[in-house]
């Protein structure tokens, strides 16, 4: 009996034991702690590497796809470098042909500009005359009516090769009439008749104030008419001058014999060395 009750007392402190097991110590239970907390943050490094190594592969693609897009500009930029310096070669090449072909153009059109103005040297031009005054007679002698009535100039010498006015519709009453232009068959005609107009200083003709000048190019008129306000300096200090052709001033000034083709380098030797010392 003695041992079935030890028997039966033997297997409720088994299960006793079995259901209420024996804790661990407070050590054990930290070091395991310590050890999930380690595995734990392991496994986030190991996640942030992955995610690092990610990253860096996604680098090393978009550093070597610069790299290549550096390559095609670089590429590009020599291209672009090589061409500029191809245009600016060929661009120096042009401005220094243009230059001489200016020059050339220049020399040519000053030509055709002087046999232009040679061959108007026996002409004149006549200006003021109202419209419709030579009707009803031929040009040329109603020409040397006025060359010989207003200017006192007459003979075969003063023949008329052509005459007539200038190209255009008629202007109306209140425009001014058209220039008219006359040849002379000598070119000492023309001389003659421009200088007696000038010493009268208009010719009253009827009931119109006549004028006459050189038949000249716009070019060279222009060029000479430029030369008008030294020309009236000139006049004013009373230095005689003339105004050769094509367009060259000449006078003597203290001695000494002066030329200018350029009209500014002229005025400013006249103001610098005749007005303002007559000035002071």
Avoid at 6 to 19: D, E, G, I, N, W
Avoid at 34 to 56: C, F, P, R, W, Y
Wanted: aromatic share 4%; with cysteine.
């Amino acid at each position: 009996m003695k041992q079935g009750k030890r028997s039966v007392q033997t297997r409720l402190t088994s299960a006793t034991m079995q259901a209420n097991p024996v804790s661990p110590t407070g050590s054990e239970a930290s070091q395991r702690n310590n050890m999930g907390d380690i595995l734990s943050e392991i496994s986030k490094l190991s996640s942030t590497l992955n995610k690092v190594a990610s990253d860096v592969s996604t680098i090393k693609s978009d550093i070597t796809e610069l790299k290549n897009t550096v390559n095609v500009l670089q590429t590009r930029l020599e291209e672009a470098e090589s061409r500029i310096s191809d245009v600016e070669d060929s661009n120096a090449s042009m401005i220094n042909e243009n230059k001489v072909l200016r020059e050339r153009v220049e020399r040519l059109w000053s030509r055709v500009d002087d046999q232009e103005n040679r061959g108007r040297r026996k002409n004149v031009k006549l200006i003021g005359l109202k419209e419709g005054k030579e009707a009803g007679n031929a040009m040329n002698d109603y020409i040397k009516k006025i060359l010989s009535e207003g200017l006192g100039l007459q003979g075969e010498e003063f023949e008329i090769e052509r005459s007539h006015r200038s190209g255009g519709p008629r202007p109306d009453d209140n425009q001014p009439p058209r220039v008219i232009l006359v040849k002379f068959l000598r070119y000492t005609a023309r001389q003659k008749v421009l200088m007696a107009a000038k010493k009268e200083r208009g010719i009253r003709w009827e009931d119109c104030t006549l004028s006459i000048y050189e038949d000249m190019t716009k070019e060279r008129s222009d060029l000479r008419r430029r030369f008008s306000p030294t020309m009236k300096a000139l006049w004013d200090h009373q230095v005689k001058h003339t105004l050769a052709h094509p367009a060259i001033l000449r006078f003597t000034w203290k001695g000494k014999r002066l030329s200018f083709t350029d009209p500014k380098k002229a005025e400013v030797f006249v103001r610098d060395n005749i007005q303002n010392t007559e000035n002071d």
